[in-house]
Structures are given as structure tokens and as C-alpha cells.
């Protein structure tokens, strides 16, 4: 694991780089697009005095989820649309649960499915069995009633936090029976013959020394990989890190750096579908937001940085 110190001459011309774009949908929520400084996210209409994370963008980014925990009260993913050109308020999602929570939602590459992990009971069962992920199928006239991911997946106690590459293979976080949430690790399953077969725990590179790893948002190409963990040599709590796959090999995971992770807890990354703009929260136990930061300057400098090794 590494801290990144990229040469300063090195962040002020990926910084004029990367700054003579905007992205007309998002400017349209909120005005003050980041640079290389982390920025709350739609501040009073996101991020509010709630705690929210977990942001996903529909392929067109004309339709957003995200998860809200309002004080006192459980997980809740709320959705906006994009309508003549003008942002709805944010409401509860057509899914929301009536028995258990739901959050973390995540909009494939493609746009043709929304996942999310609920409490929620299984359709064969009374009562909560655990935290499994659900999914809806986007169809004409909208998205389709949710039903929970077949096996192998509803086997485990708790599927969280799942996101999909192109080709259809998913990431999420999950740990044996009897483990601890904080030796939870990462997994992924590969689409085989339009079906998934199994489930297979990430590599060491990926799963390395830490606690609370978890929460990884892979690239569409799945070119790279977005998670976050705690570590001794990380800024305080959680922070987010990146690893890049080259030619099938997974590299050790870079921490996104100081501007990026503080003393709080870092976590729940995404990037727009543009590939323009990293998501993340930060934030307590109690308390925390939605963030954004231009990714395309974190990522080119992190692997300038690798190269020269």
C-alpha cells in the first residue's frame, strides 16, 4: 500500500487538463464543478444535514440513486430525474422497501439493470435472512419490480455493496459465516455462458492487510478497481484506494491520497458514467456527505506514478 506524492509540475498541467470540460447534466444540479479539490455534491438538495452515500448515475446521467439515512431513522434509496431540462426533487425510490431497508444502489454500464442490497424478506420466506442483493430490469416504461439475485448469491448471509463491469461480471463485498464485519473481503463472479456459477474471493493484491475492506466499484472495462479499507498507513479511518489491472493481474492498492482521505471515513466510490468525476462519502459514524473531485486527474496521476517504478 502506498501514499501518492505526485511532483507538483505534474498536478498543475493535469489540472488545466482536466478542467476545460463541464458536464452539462451535472451542472445543471449543482453549479460548482470540482478540480483537483473535493467538493460536497448537490449540497441542500444530496447532501443535506442526513447521511448519505452510494451515488449511481443512469449511462444517459439523466436519472441518479443514492442512499439517505435521515437521523433516527434506516437506510433509504432516493432518486431524481432529469425533466426538460431540469432536475426533480429527491424522492423515494419506487422499490423502497415496506418491511427492512434498502441502499446502496448501482446502475450497470448499460443501463439495464439497477441493483441494490435490502434486508428486505425473500420472496419464499418470512422475515429477514440476512442483507442480499436485489435487482430491476429496466424496461420501456420504466424499471421492473425487483427480485432478489439468484444463487449463488442469495446463499450468503450478506451481499453488499455489488457493481457490475460491461461485460456483466460483478464485485461485491462478503465474508464466510460466522465472520466479522470487519474481515469482510471482496468477491467477484464472473458471467459464464450468460449465467453465474459461482463466486470467488478477490486475490491478496486486492484483499491485502486491513480491516473494513469493502465497497469496491470496479471501471466498466474493468480496467481498475475502487474501494476502501483501513489501514495503519492510511489517514485515519477508512480511506479509498485504487488498483489497476494490468493484463489480468491486479496491482497493490494505491491510497487516493490527502485530498481525498482525511482523519474521517472515506468510502462508497463511484465515477460518473463519462468517466469525468469520482463520487464518494466522507464522513462519522453519525454524519456525512456526498463528495466529488475530478477523477481524470486522480487517475493519470496515480499512474504516471506507478510507470515510474
Known amino acids: 500500500m502506498k501514499r501518492v506524492n505526485i511532483p507538483l509540475l505534474l498536478l498543475i498541467f493535469l489540472y488545466f487538463s482536466c478542467t476545460k470540460e463541464t458536464q452539462s447534466n451535472l451542472a445543471l444540479l449543482d453549479a460548482n464543478l470540482p478540480s483537483d479539490t473535493p467538493l460536497v455534491f448537490g449540497k441542500g438538495v444530496i447532501s443535506t444535514d442526513g447521511y448519505e452515500f452510494a451515488i449511481t448515475f443512469s449511462p444517459e446521467m439523466d436519472e441518479i440513486f443514492f442512499t439517505r439515512r435521515k437521523l433516527g431513522e434506516d437506510n433509504k434509496i432516493y432518486t431524481m430525474h432529469l425533466i426538460d431540462g431540469k432536475w426533480s426533487n429527491p424522492e423515494s425510490a419506487f422499490f423502497t422497501a415496506t418491511e427492512g431497508w434498502d441502499f446502496e444502489p448501482h446502475v450497470s454500464p448499460k443501463g439495464d439493470r439497477l441493483y441494490f442490497g435490502s434486508i428486505r424478506p425473500l420472496n419464499d420466506t418470512i422475515g429477514s435472512t440476512g442483507l442480499h442483493q436485489w435487482y430491476s430490469k429496466k424496461e420501456a416504461n420504466g424499471w421492473s419490480t425487483p427480485i432478489p ?12 455493496y455489488l457493481t457490475s463491469s460491461e461485460n456483466g461480471n460483478l464485485y461485491f463485498t ?4 460466522g465472520d466479522k464485519p470487519e474481515d ?15 463466486i470467488k474471493r478477490m486475490g491478496k493484491e486486492i484483499n491485502t492487510s486491513g480491516k473494513w475492506i ?11 478497481m475502487i474501494y476502501d479499507f483501513k489501514s495503519n498507513l492510511g489517514y485515519g479511518e477508512s480511506d479509498l484506494y485504487i488498483s489497476f489491472n494490468k493484463n489480468g493481474v ?6 487516493l491520497g490527502a485530498k481525498i482521505n482525511t482523519d474521517q471515513t472515506e468510502m462508497a466510490a463511484s465515477v460518473s458514467p463519462d468517466g469525468k468525476y469520482l463520487f464518494f462519502h466522507r464522513g462519522d459514524e453519525n454524519d456525512g456527505n456526498i463528495y466529488w473531485i475530478d477523477f481524470r486527474c486522480v487517475k493519470e496521476s496515480i499512474k504516471k506514478y506507478i510507470n515510474k517504478d
Request: hydrophobic fraction near 25%; avoid cysteine.
Open 174 to 177: 462478503t465474508g464466510n459465516k
Open 184 to 198: 469482510w473481503v471482496i468477491y467477484n463472479s464472473v458471467k459464464e455462458d450468460g449465467q453465474y456459477k459461482s
Open 250 to 255: 491486479w496491482t497493490e492498492p494505491h491510497n
Open 214 to 224: 469493502a465497497h469496491s466499484y470496479i471501471a466498466p472495462d474493468e480496467s481498475y
Open 149 to 160: 439475485l439468484e444463487k449463488p448469491f442469495v446463499d450468503r448471509p450478506i451481499t453488499m
